[in-house]
C-alpha cells in the first residue's frame, strides 16, 4: 500500500506501473483518498496536500458551512436546505424548475459586468456540490416580524398579496434579486421578472402590484416607492456586524475541487486545461458535464446520479468569454440571463440590430430563475441528445447564421454550423464558444423569430421558428441568398425548411404566386411528428401562419391594409388593477379592508405548513409504488431490487392491513377505494404498495424499482365518449328530475335547438402536495396524525378503519394547507391512512410526502363534463323547456360525484319553467375525480352559458340580448323551488353595461374586426347565480378566554388554507367582544376541540365559522353579564378576572347546523365583461379586460374577499383556457404529469386590465353579519373569457364565410382556438 502526497492536480500517479490514474472510488477521510489503478490492479492511498479542494463551503444567511463528501452528488441545494433544518421558508414542489417556489438568491459571477451580482435560482435544480464559494440568501435572512421584515417582505404582505402563503417566499426572493442587480427597475422589468412562482392563490394582480411599487414609475396608486438598496440588503455578516460585504465567502477565483462522494465523484476543474485533463482521462467512462443542472428539469435522464463523474464548469473563466468585433463572440458558460442581457444592452448597435428580436424571443425561454442558473450551450446539448427538444436557443442562433467553437481532448478546436454539430459526436467534446456574425444595414438582411407557446410565460413553444433573408426591396422583394428557415416542434428531423429556402433562391416575394408558391413548398415539406401532444394539424398550420406573418412583415409595402395585423405580435402592455368595495368603519375590524393576521409571517416564511415541521426522532419516509398501466390484474410484486437499496426497510401493501381493518378510504362512499389495489387496476397511477426507507430520496428511487407485473391487460377506458359508447356507467347514482314537461315545451316551441359541449378536467395544482405525517401514540395502538387535510373528522374515521382501532384513539390535527381548492376534502385519506399504517407497523414516526409528479398520476381531479341539451325557445329566444344529459367522468369511482347537485346551478341566471334533467355517472379508467373549485356550479354555469350563446347564434342575435331576456327577476322560482326574493340580476347587468361601456366598446370592436383580417376582438357579458347551500355543514367552534390576561384561543373548525378564515374569525370575535384583534389567536385544528366538524369548503366555511364565534361570544357575554353588571365600567382584563373568581366558565362552545328548506340559503348574484384579443394566424390570445360587479353583501373583510374573487377568476381562466391533461392511449399514463406540459395561469395569463367591484349598498338579510360568500362563484365567471374569444373567433369565421354556430368545448387552449378559425394557406396572400 502506498500513500502518494500529491499537491496540484488531481491525476494520481500509479507506483508499479507508472499510469496516470484519477481515483475512481474510495473515500475520503482527512484528506485521504483511495483508488485502485486500472492498468495493473494496485492499491493506492494518495493525500491531496495541494490547492486541490476537497470540501465545499458556502455561506446561507451570512453563515458559513462547510460540506464534506457525505452526500450523494444528486443532492439539491433545495433538499439539503431542508433535510439540514436551515431553510423551511425555502419549499418544494415540482423538483424540475416549473413551478419556482423553491427560489433563494445566491451572488454569481456575472461575466456581463465582470462581477459578482445576486440573481434567483431554483434551488432545486442547483446540485449542493456547485455551491462551492456562493453566497446564498434564502427567505430567512431577509428578516422576520420580529427581529424586522426586509422592505419586499413588507409590501407584498400590505399589498395582500399572500393567501396560502405557500409561494410567497419565493416571490420575495425573486424580487430580492432582481433589486439587488437592479436597484429602481421600470414595471416592466418588474412584470417580466414575474414569470418563476406560480401562484394558485391570488391570480397575481396583488403580487405584481407590490412588486410594482419599488418601481423607479410606479403610479400614485401603487404607493411604497423605490428603496436603497441597502434597506433591502440588511444581511449582516457573522463575523463583522456589518452588511454583507461578499469578501470573505470565496469569491473569485477559487482552486480546483475534486471530491470523491458517496455515489460518484465531483470535479471542478478552473480552466480549459484541466478540464480537457480530466476528460481525458474519463473519456470512456460514463461523466457529464454540469453547468446549471437545468437540462434536468426538462429531461430527466440527465439525473446526476446517473453518472460515475460529473465535471462542473462553473470555475473555467475561459467560458465566460465576451467579446465584440466583426463577429460577437459568447463563451459556453454564459447563462440565458448574460445573453438576454447583453442583447438588450446592444440591440442598437446598426450591425446586431437582431439581437432586438433575439432579446424579446429570449425573455420569453424558460423563467427567470432557470435563465439564471442555465447556459445557452447546456440548451444545445439537450436538442443534441434529444433531436425532438424544441430548443429556442437553437433556433435564435441558427437562424442568425451561429457558428460553434467545440474542443476536445487533444486541443484540436472545430468550428461547426449547428446543424453539423447536431451530427458531431460530442463523446470528450465540450463547447466552448458560440460565433455570431454581424450584418451590415446595407446587407438588407431580415431577420425575425417567432416562439408560440400554450402559456404566455415560462412554456415550451408548440413551434419556434426563425427566418433570415436577404431581400432586395427594390427589386419586388427579390430573395437574394439562400435563405435561413429554421423550425423547431415540427419532428425529430426538421430544423430546415430546405426544400423552401432553395425554392426561394432569385425568388421576387413580393409576387403573390411565389408566396403561393413558397407556402405550397413549405406544406409539402412539413411533416409533423405525431407523437407529439400537440395536434399534427396545428403544428402544421402554425409552421406554415408563421412564416406569412414573415413575409407579411418583411413585404410591408405589397400588404393590404386590412392584412397587416397579421405581420404583428399581440402587443400585451403591463397589467392593472383596481377594486372598489364598501366598508362601515363604525362596525370595524368587521368589514375593516384589512390583509391576513399572519400576512408577515407567510411573507417572511415562517408560517409552518406540514412537510415544514421538523422531523421527530427516528423518523422514516414513505413513497408510493403506482401501478404503470390502466386496467389489468396484478400478477406479481417483485420488490427484491427495491429492498436490497441501502436505506430501505420495508415494502406494505394491502396484505399489511392488520386483521379487521378496511382496506378503503372513503367509508362513507358506496364505493370501495382501496387504500392499496388488491389485485385490479383501475387505473394508471393507483397505489399498489408503500416503500418505506431512511429518507425520502432513498423511498422515491426505491420505489421506482419494484417490478410489477400484470395479467389480463386492456385498452383503458380514458374519455366520456369512449365510456358512452362502451356502456361504462355507474347506475344509479344520481336520479333524473323533472320539472314542468320539458319534453312538451320543447315540442311545442317554434325553435328548437340540439347541441353539445364538454369541459375536460382540472388538476388542482395546490403548490402543497398531499402530505401526512404519522405517528404511534404512547400506548402504541393510537395514532397521531398531522394532515394535509380539509377534513380531519373523514382523516380519522378512515384511519381508525384501517388500523381497525377506535376512532377515539386517532388524533388528527392540521395548522394550514398551502392550499387545497378541493383536492384535500377526501383525497388525503389515502395518503394518511397508508402512512398510518406504516407508522403503526414500523411503530415509528413516518411522513408520506407524494411529490409533485406522484401527486398528479395518483390523484383525482376536476370532473370533466359531456352535455347533450334539447332546448325550446320562443322566437325572440325566450327559454320554454330545457331537456339536457350531463355526463360526468368520474374515474374509477364516482364517491365524490356531484351529479344530483350540479341540476339547482344549472339554470344560473335564467327562468326556464321546463326542465328534464339526465345525470350519468361514466367510469372511467382514471384516478376517481374529486372536488375542484365549484365542482358543481362551474360546469353548470358554462352549460347554461354555451346554450345561451348557441340559442343567439340560431336566432342570429346578440347573445346578451338573448341572456337579457331570459335574465330571472324578483319573485320567481328556480328548478329547485327557491323563491328568489332578493335577485338584483337585472340591475346587476345594466349597471355593468353602463360602467363597462359595453354598447360603445362592441361597436369598436366591430370597427376593429372590420378593419383586421388577422386580428380579431370579442366581448362577452356573463351574469352569475350562485346558490350557497348551508345544509349539513357542521362546524364545532371552540372559544376560550383566559383569565389571567383576558386574552382569547378560538378552534374554530373550518381549515385555513389562504381563504382568510382565521382573520375573519378573529374580526368577528374582536367586534362582538369588544376588544382588540391582537388579543385573539386562532389554534390549529383538531379532533378533540374540533370534533365532528365537517370539510372545509362549498365557499361557506369562513362565514358558517364565524357564525359560530358570533354563538360562542354571545353565550359567554350573557354569562358574564351578571358579573359586568356589578361592576364599574370594567376593562375587558377586569371583567374577565372577576368572572374567574366568580366561577363563571369562560370556554364556550358552538355547533353548526343551520338547515334550510331550500337547497341553498341565498344566491349570490354577479356580472362579468370580458374582452379579448385574438391572433388569428396563431391562436394566441390575451384578455383585454375584465370588468366584474360582484354582490358580496357586507364583505366582513373586503380585501381578503378582493383577493379571492381575483384568484378564483383566474384559476378559472386557467380551466377555460390553458390547463389540459392528457393521457397515453394505451396505458392510461397521465403524460402531463408534469410542469413542463401542464400549464396553470402565470402573471402575464391575467387580464391586462382588472377591474372589481362589490356592490355597494347591499347588505344580505340572510347571510352572517350581511355578508355573502366569494371562495368559488368568481371562478364560474371566468368562462366569460372564453365566449370573449369565441366572439372573435366568429369574427375569423365571418370573413371566411363560416361564421356558422360552432361549440368552443373547454379548455379552449391556443391549439384549439387556432384549429377552429379555419385558418389555411389559401387565406394567406397580400390582401384581398
Ligand atoms: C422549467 C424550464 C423551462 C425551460 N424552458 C425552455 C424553453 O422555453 N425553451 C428552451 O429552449 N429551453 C427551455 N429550457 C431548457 C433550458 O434552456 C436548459 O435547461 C438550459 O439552458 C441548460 O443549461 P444548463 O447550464 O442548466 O445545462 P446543464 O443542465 O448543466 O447541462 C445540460 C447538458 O448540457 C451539457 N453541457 C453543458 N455545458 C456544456 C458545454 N459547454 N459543452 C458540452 N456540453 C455541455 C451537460 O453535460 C448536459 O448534458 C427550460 C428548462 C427548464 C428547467
Ligand atoms: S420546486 Fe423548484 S421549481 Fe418547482
Ligand atoms: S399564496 Fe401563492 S400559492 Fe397560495
Redesign the pocket.
Same mark, same amino acid.
Given at each position: 500500500m502506498d500513500t502518494n502526497e500529491k499537491t496540484s492536480d488531481k491525476v494520481v500517479t500509479c507506483p508499479v506501473c507508472s499510469a496516470s490514474l484519477l481515483p475512481q472510488s474510495g473515500s475520503l477521510k482527512n484528506g485521504i483518498y483511495a483508488t485502485t489503478c486500472e492498468n495493473c490492479g494496485h492499491f493506492i492511498k494518495f493525500r491531496c496536500t495541494g490547492p486541490v479542494k476537497s470540501d465545499v463551503k458556502f455561506t446561507i444567511n451570512g453563515q458559513s458551512y462547510t460540506i464534506g463528501n457525505q452526500y450523494s452528488g444528486a443532492l439539491s441545494l433545495n433538499e439539503w436546505l431542508r433535510r439540514a433544518g436551515v431553510s423551511f421558508g425555502t419549499k418544494v414542489m415540482c423538483m424540475e424548475g416549473g413551478c419556482g417556489v423553491c427560489l433563494v438568491t445566491a451572488k454569481l459571477y456575472d461575466p456581463v459586468s465582470m462581477s459578482e451580482k445576486v440573481f434567483s435560482v431554483n434551488s432545486c435544480l442547483v446540485p449542493l456540490y456547485t455551491c462551492d464559494g456562493w453566497e446564498i440568501t434564502t427567505i430567512e435572512g431577509l428578516g422576520d416580524p420580529i427581529t424586522g421584515l426586509n422592505p419586499v417582505q413588507k409590501r407584498l404582505a400590505s399589498y395582500n398579496g399572500?393567501? &396560502?402563503?405557500? &409561494?410567497?417566499p419565493a416571490q420575495v426572493m425573486n424580487m430580492h434579486g432582481l433589486l439587488q442587480r437592479v436597484p429602481k427597475p421600470t414595471m416592466q422589468e418588474v412584470e417580466d421578472t414575474f414569470d418563476t412562482s406560480i401562484?394558485? &392563490?391570488?391570480g397575481y394582480r396583488s403580487i405584481l402590484d407590490a412588486m410594482k411599487s419599488f418601481a423607479s414609475d410606479a403610479p400614485p396608486h401603487l404607493p411604497g416607492g423605490p428603496i436603497d438598496i441597502e434597506e433591502v440588503d440588511q444581511q449582516l455578516c457573522k463575523k463583522t456586524g456589518q452588511p454583507c460585504s461578499g469578501q470573505c465567502s470565496g469569491h473569485g477565483s477559487l482552486p480546483p475541487l475534486h471530491m470523491v462522494l458517496q455515489d460518484t465523484q465531483w470535479f471542478r476543474p478552473t480552466s480549459k486545461s484541466e478540464l480537457f485533463a480530466i476528460i481525458k482521462q474519463v473519456e470512456t467512462k460514463n461523466y457529464r458535464l454540469v453547468f446549471g443542472n437545468t437540462g434536468y428539469g426538462v429531461y430527466k435522464d440527465i439525473g446526476p446520479w446517473m453518472y460515475d463523474i460529473l465535471i462542473d464548469l462553473r470555475g473555467i473563466k475561459e467560458f465566460y468569454a465576451i467579446s465584440f468585433d466583426t463577429t460577437v463572440l459568447f463563451g459556453a458558460s454564459l447563462t440565458l440571463s448574460n445573453l438576454l442581457n447583453i442583447f438588450q444592452k446592444s440591440k442598437s448597435d446598426p450591425t446586431l440590430t437582431y439581437f432586438k428580436c433575439l432579446a424579446k424571443h429570449l425573455a420569453r425561454v424558460a423563467n427567470t430563475g432557470v435563465r439564471n442558473l442555465g447556459c445557452w450551450a447546456g440548451n444545445l446539448m439537450l436538442k443534441h441528445a434529444h433531436p425532438e427538444f424544441v430548443s429556442d436557443i437553437f433556433v435564435m442562433l441558427e437562424t442568425v447564421g451561429t457558428k460553434l467553437i467545440v474542443g476536445g481532448p487533444d486541443h484540436s478546436d472545430v468550428n461547426l454550423t449547428l446543424t453539423d454539430f447536431l451530427k458531431t459526436d460530442m463523446k470528450g467534446k465540450v463547447i466552448t464558444l458560440a460565433v455570431l456574425p454581424t450584418y451590415q444595414p446595407s446587407d438588407n438582411m431580415y431577420i425575425r423569430t417567432f416562439k408560440v407557446m400554450p402559456r404566455n410565460q415560462n412554456a415550451h413553444a408548440y413551434v419556434s421558428a426563425g427566418f433570415r433573408m436577404q431581400i432586395d426591396k427594390a427589386t419586388n422583394y427579390t430573395v437574394t441568398l439562400k435563405p435561413s428557415i429554421v423550425m423547431n416542434g415540427i419532428s425529430k428531423t426538421f430544423n430546415h425548411a430546405v426544400l423552401t429556402e432553395n425554392y426561394l433562391v432569385g425568388k421576387q416575394l413580393g409576387d403573390p404566386n411565389v408566396l403561393k408558391g413558397a407556402l405550397g413548398m413549405l406544406a409539402s415539406e412539413l411533416i409533423p411528428d405525431a407523437s407529439s401532444l400537440t395536434d399534427t394539424n396545428y403544428i402544421k398550420s402554425l409552421a406554415l401562419s408563421l412564416f406569412y406573418k414573415f413575409v407579411l412583415g418583411a413585404c410591408d409595402t405589397k400588404v393590404s391594409p386590412r392584412y397587416k395585423s397579421g405581420g404583428a405580435n399581440l402587443y400585451r402592455p403591463l397589467s392593472s388593477g383596481t377594486q372598489s368595495y364598501d366598508t362601515h368603519k363604525q362596525e370595524w375590524p368587521v368589514s375593516e379592508p384589512m390583509t391576513k393576521t399572519t400576512s408577515e409571517l407567510q411573507t417572511s416564511g415562517r408560517v409552518q405548513f406540514v412537510n415544514d415541521v421538523p422531523p421527530q426522532s427516528g423518523e422514516l419516509h414513505a413513497a408510493f409504488v403506482l401501478s404503470s398501466v390502466g386496467k389489468a390484474q396484478i400478477s406479481n410484486v417483485d420488490t427484491s431490487a427495491a429492498l436490497s437499496l441501502p436505506g430501505v426497510l420495508k415494502y406494505l401493501s394491502a396484505a399489511d392491513i392488520p386483521p379487521g381493518g378496511k382496506n378503503n378510504y372513503t367509508p362513507t362512499g358506496e364505493f370501495v377505494e382501496e387504500i392499496f389495489s388488491s389485485g385490479e387496476i383501475q387505473f394508471c397511477g393507483q397505489p399498489i404498495g408503500l416503500i418505506v426507507a431512511v429518507d425520502q430520496l432513498t423511498a422515491d428511487t426505491a420505489a421506482s424499482m419494484v417490478k410489477v407485473t400484470y395479467t389480463n391487460v386492456h385498452p383503458p377506458v380514458l374519455t366520456m365518449v369512449e365510456a358512452i359508447q362502451q356502456g361504462s356507467v355507474f347506475p344509479h347514482v344520481a336520479e333524473e328530475i323533472k320539472v314542468g314537461d320539458a319534453e312538451a315545451a320543447i315540442a311545442a316551441s317554434p325553435k328548437k335547438i340540439l347541441g353539445q359541449i364538454s369541459m375536460e378536467s382540472q388538476y388542482h395544482f395546490q403548490?402543497e402536495t398531499q402530505i401526512s405525517i404519522c405517528s404511534p401514540t404512547e400506548d402504541g395502538v393510537g395514532m397521531n396524525v398531522l394532515a394535509a387535510t380539509q377534513w380531519i373528522d373523514y382523516v380519522q374515521q378512515v384511519v381508525a378503519g384501517v388500523l381497525n382501532i377506535p376512532e377515539s384513539g386517532v388524533n388528527v390535527s392540521v395548522r394550514r394547507l +398551502? +392550499?387545497a381548492y378541493g383536492s384535500k376534502i377526501t383525497r388525503n385519506n389515502q395518503i394518511s391512512a397508508a402512512c398510518a399504517l406504516a407508522a403503526h407497523i414500523m411503530r415509528k414516526p413516518v411522513r408520506l410526502f407524494l411529490n409533485f409528479h406522484d401527486n398528479m398520476k395518483a390523484i383525482g381531479k376536476r370532473f370533466p363534463y359531456l352535455a347533450d341539451y334539447q332546448i325550446g325557445v320562443s322566437n325572440e329566444g325566450r327559454l320554454n323547456g330545457i331537456k339536457i344529459t350531463v355526463n360526468a367522468d368520474c374515474g374509477f369511482s364516482p364517491n365524490d360525484q356531484i351529479l344530483s347537485g350540479l341540476f339547482y346551478w344549472l339554470d344560473n341566471a335564467y327562468y326556464c319553467p321546463n326542465w328534464y334533467y339526465i345525470p350519468v355517472a361514466l367510469k372511467t379508467n382514471k384516478p376517481s375525480n374529486t372536488s375542484a373549485r365549484s365542482p358543481g356550479s362551474c360546469p353548470a354555469v358554462f352549460i347554461m352559458e354555451s346554450m345561451m350563446e348557441h340559442i343567439a347564434k340560431c336566432l342570429d342575435k346578440d347573445p346578451l340580448e338573448i341572456r337579457k331576456l331570459n335574465l330571472y327577476q324578483k319573485g320567481q322560482k328556480t328548478p329547485g323551488g327557491m323563491v328568489l326574493n332578493y335577485c338584483n340580476l337585472t340591475s346587476l347587468v345594466s349597471q355593468l353595461e353602463l360602467s363597462a361601456d359595453v354598447v360603445n366598446r362592441k361597436k369598436q370592436i366591430a370597427a376593429f374586426n372590420q378593419a383586421n383580417k388577422w386580428k380579431k376582438k370579442g366581448l362577452s357579458v356573463v351574469p352569475l347565480k350562485f346558490g350557497i347551500g348551508w345544509a349539513t355543514a357542521t362546524y364545532n367552534v371552540f372559544l376560550t378566554i383566559y383569565h389571567g390576561d383576558g386574552t382569547v384561543a378560538i378552534a374554530h373548525g373550518g381549515v385555513e388554507s389562504?381563504q382568510g378564515i382565521n382573520t375573519k374569525v378573529s374580526q368577528v370575535c374582536a367586534y362582538e367582544l369588544g376588544i382588540a384583534m391582537d388579543t385573539i389567536k386562532i389554534k390549529q385544528d383538531s379532533t378533540l376541540a374540533n370534533a365532528n366538524s365537517q370539510t372545509t369548503g362549498g365557499s361557506i366555511t369562513s362565514e358558517l365559522c364565524c357564525l359560530g364565534v358570533i354563538e360562542c361570544c354571545k353565550m359567554l357575554k350573557q354569562r358574564m353579564a351578571p358579573v359586568k353588571a356589578k361592576m364599574v365600567d370594567p376593562t375587558w382584563k377586569q371583567l374577565v378576572a372577576k368572572c374567574f373568581q366568580e366561577g363563571v366558565d369562560l370556554s364556550a362552545r358552538y355547533f353548526t347546523n343551520e338547515t334550510d328548506s331550500s337547497v341553498f340559503h341565498y344566491n349570490v348574484y354577479g356580472v362579468t365583461c370580458t374582452e379579448m384579443e385574438l391572433d388569428v394566424l396563431t391562436g394566441e390570445n390575451q384578455i383585454t379586460s375584465v370588468d366584474m360587479l360582484y354582490d358580496c353583501g357586507e364583505s366582513i373583510n373586503p380585501e381578503i374577499d378582493i383577493g379571492q374573487a381575483e384568484g378564483a377568476f383566474v384559476m378559472g381562466l386557467g380551466y377555460w383556457l390553458l390547463e389540459k391533461l392528457q393521457f397515453d392511449s394505451k396505458t392510461g399514463e397521465n403524460l402531463t404529469a408534469g410542469t413542463w406540459e401542464y400549464k396553470p395561469p402565470m402573471g402575464k395569463d391575467i387580464p391586462i386590465s382588472f377591474n372589481i367591484k362589490f356592490l355597494k349598498n347591499a347588505p344580505n338579510p340572510l347571510g352572517v353579519l350581511r355578508s355573502k360568500a366569494v371562495g368559488e362563484p368568481p371562478l364560474c365567471m371566468s368562462c366569460s373569457a372564453l365566449f370573449g374569444l369565441k366572439h372573435a373567433m366568429e369574427a375569423a369565421r365571418r370573413d371566411i364565410s363560416k361564421d356558422v354556430f360552432f361549440a368552443l368545448n373547454a379548455p379552449a387552449t391556443v391549439e384549439a382556438v387556432q384549429l377552429q378559425c379555419l385558418v389555411d394557406p389559401s387565406q394567406m396572400v397580400y390582401g384581398p
Open positions: 399572500s393567501q &396560502c402563503g405557500f &409561494c410567497s401562484c394558485r &392563490c391570488t403548490m +398551502g +392550499g389562504g
